[in-house]
């Protein structure tokens, strides 16, 4: 028997040619020209919990797409949800930034350790600026990038990914 959440999953790898990820939320489809893929490539799901007590479900929040094992060049969607205001403010201000969106989910390149990334919030589909749900897109790169080059990453990002509802 599986978890509820596997109903609605759907994975399909071409190692050289594609990723494509599915699920009741959101669909992502990464293609070499996003991240280089090979046999080497990997996919990680990340599984939370959403909603209330009453109405939690168990899915998936995250989804990476890397080059390979120990590399920083990957894209990534994650699912965010508008935190209880009994959170801390750190949640808080995540969250501000990301509804604005205002850095780092403006699509404005940030710099450090050695790689360079790119952020951008999109919201479901038909939801109003009160939507509770948020999904941030994110393209990292080795090295240092230039805004153009990391911009034309995210936009590849952007057409890739399908907000399915909250």
């Given amino acids: 028997m599986q978890p509820k959440a596997f109903e609605t999953l759907r994975i399909k790898i071409d190692p050289e040619q594609e990723v494509q990820f599915h699920s009741d939320r959101y669909e992502l489809t990464v ?6 893929l090979s046999k080497d490539s990997m996919l990680f799901l990340d599984f939370a919990f959403s909603g209330s007590a009453d109405t939690a479900t168990w899915g998936v929040q995250r989804v990476v797409v890397s080059e ?3 590399t ?20 808080q201000s995540n969250w501000k930034k990301l509804k604005a969106p205002s850095f780092p989910y403006n ?4 710099s450090q350790n050695g790689q360079t990334r790119i952020n951008a919030a999109v919201q479901p589909p038909g939801s109003g600026a009160d939507a509770r749900v948020r999904y941030a897109l994110e393209v990292t ?8 080059t990391m911009s034309r990453k995210l ?7 399908t907000a399915l509802g909250e």
Avoid: Y
């Avoid at 293609?31 to 280089?36: A, S, T």
């Fill in 107 to 110: 699509g404005l390149i940030e």
């Fill in 141 to 148: 790169m080795e090295g240092v990038q230039t805004q153009a």
């Fill in 31 to 36: 293609k070499p020209e996003l991240v280089k």
């Fill in 72 to 91: 920083n060049n990957w894209v990534q969607v994650v699912r965010r949800t508008e935190p209880p205001a009994s959170l801390p403010d750190g949640f």
């Fill in 155 to 161: 936009e590849l990002l952007k057409h890739s990914f």
């Fill in 68 to 70: 390979r094992v120990h």
